[in-house]
């Protein structure tokens, strides 16, 4: 009973608090989700301690960002989002390589080993695409071209990642690694993508056309979200990130007549489930790591300062591999530099492996913590200027 009890209060904290604190950060010009992570700090461990991270809060959390990328999946135009996959590509791998080997040097002239090293910069490779395409939404942004390329990337990213995951954990524990190994976990993520895809563009329609004829009321809708769960799930059992599967299914059932439905269906959902996510992130933040005065903080805090300038501009930089004119090119590598739940997941498997000692456990999760708020606010700067530009 007192679970229960604990648990409803703390739901209903996150999102009161979500709301007072978005509601503020929009006042001052800067976007809701800095809000939310503010709101996490503030009601997390760290200062009121009304919000501890439990199973239960964390699964909502997660369906959080499934629901959020479903979201973007069904406002998202599937012939563009192909047009703009070369250019995605290009992204993602000069957003993997860069950060990779900016972190593997950093970590050695930080006195780490080389195994510590290598997965470290494995660490700075991921890119959290919710935070940023939570900002395109809100900033009206989702259908410029910046936005599908970023989207693309994040996606070939999550595959990237996976894989580069897999062949550092084997080298952690003792494991062999050899060609054959990366082939077969790449090779099975990109046959999940296409095939879910394809199969879903032939079959999904004729469903759903089915499913509208049917008497029970929100039967499209429900069974949009039974799609979306079920993709997620099949992400899960292949070791990719379930966002991609909540994506794929959003992107197949933008093609369908009764999408809008799905839209209309989903709003409620993501007002209560997705600020979760963003509050939940901000609570696992221990203020007390960047306390200055603390002897032992200074040494993180030089590491976390030099950690946090390879993270960005590592992932920065890719934008600069779109070629195209016309293209805010900063704008896309910046969006790809929160590093959120997919850095602070790759983090903790480093931690529990012991490859990571607290000190530069710390410093890894401070850094994904900064990124994670630092770049909605300069997303909001560039995308409000770009908007100004155009309409002169």
């Known amino acids: 009973m007192y679970e229960v009890f604990d648990f409803l209060i ?75 996959s070369g250019w995605a590509m290009a992204v993602a791998f000069i957003g993997v390589i860069v950060p990779y080997f900016l972190g593997y040097f950093v970590f050695l002239r930080f006195g780490l080993t080389n195994i510590q090293a290598i997965f ?7 890119t959290s695409v919710g935070i940023t395409i939570r900002v395109f939404m809100d900033l009206k942004h989702l259908e410029a071209e910046e936005a599908k390329i970023v989207l693309g990337a994040a996606v070939i990213d999550d595959v990237i990642g996976l894989t580069m995951l897999a062949v550092v954990l084997r080298l952690v524990t003792g494991g062999a690694v050899s060609f054959g190994t990366v082939v077969r976990i790449s090779g099975t993520a990109i046959l999940f993508l296409s095939l879910s895809t394809a199969v879903g563009l032939l079959i999904v329609p004729t469903v759903f056309n089915f499913i509208s004829k049917m008497k029970q009321t929100h039967i499209v809708f429900v069974m949009g979200v039974v799609l979306c769960f079920v993709l997620s799930a099949f992400s899960i059992k292949i070791e990719l990130a379930p966002m991609v599967g909540s994506f794929v299914a959003g992107l197949i059932l933008s093609t369908i007549k009764q999408s809008e439905e ?90 529990k492996n012991n490859v990571f000692g607290t000190r530069d456990y710390s410093a890894l999760v401070a850094v994904m913590m900064l990124t994670t708020f630092i770049t909605p606010i300069i997303l909001k700067h560039l995308i409000s200027k770009q908007k100004k530009s155009s309409s002169i």
Do not use: C, W
């Open 10 to 84: 703390s739901l209903a904290s996150i999102l009161f608090f979500a709301k007072v604190f978005g509601e503020i950060a929009l006042r001052l010009g800067q976007s809701a989700i800095i809000g939310e992570l503010l709101a996490g700090i503030f009601i997390g461990p760290g200062v009121l301690g009304i919000v501890h991270e439990t199973s239960v809060l964390s699964n909502m959390s997660e369906l959080g960002v499934i629901i959020l990328l479903f979201e973007v999946g069904l406002s998202t135009n599937i012939k563009e989002l192909l047009k703009a």
């Open 120 to 126: 470290a910069g494995a660490v700075l490779t991921a």
């Open 262 to 351: 799905i839209k209309r269906g989903i709003k409620p959902i993501y007002a209560i489930f997705v600020p979760v996510f963003f509050v939940v992130m901000g609570t696992k933040v221990d203020i007390s790591t960047f306390n200055p005065f603390v002897a032992a903080n200074r040494e993180i805090l030089i590491l976390t300062g030099v950690l946090f300038v390879v993270a960005f501009v590592g992932k920065a930089v890719a934008g600069f591999a779109v070629l195209k004119k016309g293209i805010n090119k900063f704008l896309i590598g910046v969006s790809m530099v929160p590093r959120g739940e997919v850095g602070l997941i790759f983090s903790e498997i480093g931690l």
